[in-house]
């Protein structure tokens, strides 16, 4: 089948990669250096958000199928021209992805539908900035600082410190609604629900490092690297999850109208008294798909376009539900100064194979110039992804792979995957205020 892959980053690589892989030739718009080198793969140079370019790319080059990467495109109604032009579509329309560019919506669809989540405070209009101060010094410790709208995975602080919160929370609270959050202590997953709008597969979860430095310390990044499949998401967590959160997700859903073909990626936080959401986004998870994609079984092609036709195979379903036999870690190498500025252009001087026997190499935006000088784009500019029978020695082939990325300044996290929880040191006091 002819497959569009919408996007540019790493995520974007890694699911062109894996469809090519499977035998379907595959259009990625725009792509980047990694892309442009896949076999059965070419780059188009349009932008991706633009309805009306992308509904006519899709005509003139008889794509079967588009998979969209990355939220923006969605938000901006790509999804909804598709389907009106008679064009089969991975990912929601612009209503539906209200649950990932509004955190305010997206809480008041939790708290409706009784989905176990952090207990919120929400802040807006005339007042908003001393009704906060109130609130900040009521509640001493770790609070968590939500801006309501899309920010790239930069939106939240986590502080104890009331000069900190407070500042953040006027600047956000200059242009959007500011949500206040308890500190939940625990251990991340991302989970993903792949829907045909009625029934869905629930894929092996992964586990982000959202953190900019080791040891989970700094400022909140997009993802520095992910662990698939988390090795604590056994049997027993997983079908608390379903049960918890991802059934009252997709009834919820189909109940109030937003059920969609696409996937469902539920932040979760697993907490001592069970697992609870911090999040929706409707598209996957860059970089867990890096780690992801590759330790899941053949027919990924056939369960998209299933899920865009409204016509999941319960076959397939079983498949990709099952446990896989092997684990992935990726190493996001990033740009120095990345969450902050960056330079963009950085030439790199080294890089492993895109397939090698320790794993593989995922490109962000890179671009190859006329010399051949491959160049960086972005924050985050590769994902190393090692593989292995397990996640110690996947841990340990992605090490390398990131430790061979030379440029100057690269940067990784070199405790991926290693275990661990966040401790919590405040205590929740909303009184006064209207919190669910
Ligand atoms: P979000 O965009 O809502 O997923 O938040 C980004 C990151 O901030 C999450 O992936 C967590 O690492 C962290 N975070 C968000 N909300 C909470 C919370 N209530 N308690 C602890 N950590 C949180
Ligand atoms: N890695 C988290 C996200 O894609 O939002």
């Not at 349009?46 to 079967?64: I, L, S």
């Not at 008679?86 to 612009?94: D, K, N, Q, S, V």
Request: hydrophobic share 40%.
């Amino acid at each position: 089948m002819k497959v569009m892959v919408l996007g540019s980053g790493g995520r974007e690589h890694a699911l062109s990669w894996k469809l090519a892989r499977e035998g379907h030739e595959m259009l990625c718009a725009p792509g980047n250096a990694g892309t442009a080198e896949l076999r059965g793969a070419r780059n188009l140079p349009f932008d991706p958000e633009d309805p009306a370019a992308v509904v006519a790319a899709a005509r003139e080059t008889g794509t079967e199928l588009v998979v969209v990467g990355p939220e923006a495109p969605l938000v901006a109604g790509v999804a909804d021209a598709l389907r009106a032009a008679g064009l089969p579509c991975f990912g929601p329309g612009a209503a539906a992805a209200r649950l990932e560019s509004s955190k305010s919506f997206a809480r008041a669809f939790m708290e409706r539908r009784a989905i176990p989540c952090a207990r919120t405070a929400r802040f807006s209009g005339p007042g908003a900035g001393t009704e906060l101060e109130r609130f900040v010094a009521a509640n001493p410790g770790r609070l968590v600082l939500k801006k309501s709208g899309l920010a790239a995975g930069k939106g939240v602080l986590e502080s104890d410190d009331p000069a900190e919160l407070l500042a953040f929370g006027r600047s956000v609270l200059a242009d959007d609604e500011l949500l206040a959050e308890e500190f939940l202590e625990g251990f991340e997953l991302s989970v993903f629900g792949v829907s045909d709008g009625k029934e869905y597969a629930l894929l092996p979860a992964a586990r982000d490092h959202k953190k900019a430095y080791e040891g989970d310390a700094g400022p909140n990044t997009g993802g520095m690297g992910a662990v698939a499949p988390e090795p604590r998401a056994d049997l027993a967590l997983m079908d608390s999850i379903r049960a918890r959160l991802v059934e009252p997700t997709f009834s919820g859903m189909s109940a109030e109208g937003l059920a969609y073909r696409g996937v469902v990626f539920l932040g979760v936080m697993v907490t001592a008294s069970g697992p609870k959401l911090l999040e929706y986004n409707v598209r996957f998870g860059d970089p867990e798909t890096q780690s992801l994609l590759p330790i899941l079984p053949e027919g990924f092609g056939e369960l998209l376009r299933g899920a865009a036709e409204g016509r999941l195979d319960p076959a397939l379903v079983r498949a990709f539900e099952s446990r896989p036999e092997r684990a992935a870690c990726g190493f996001v190498v990033a740009a120095p100064g990345y969450p902050g500025p960056y330079p963009k252009g950085i030439a790199v001087r080294s890089l492993p194979e895109a397939e090698n026997p320790r794993g593989l190499m995922f490109h962000a935006s890179t671009t190859r110039a006329s010399d051949g000088i491959l160049h960086t784009g972005g924050g985050r500019c590769f994902a190393a992804v090692g593989l292995g029978a397990d996640s110690a020695r996947a841990r340990e082939n992605g090490l390398a792979l990131a430790a061979a990325v030379d440029f100057d300044g690269a940067r990784f996290r070199r405790d991926i995957g290693a275990l661990g929880g966040r401790k919590r040191n405040g205590t929740w006091n909303s009184e006064g205020l209207s919190s669910g």
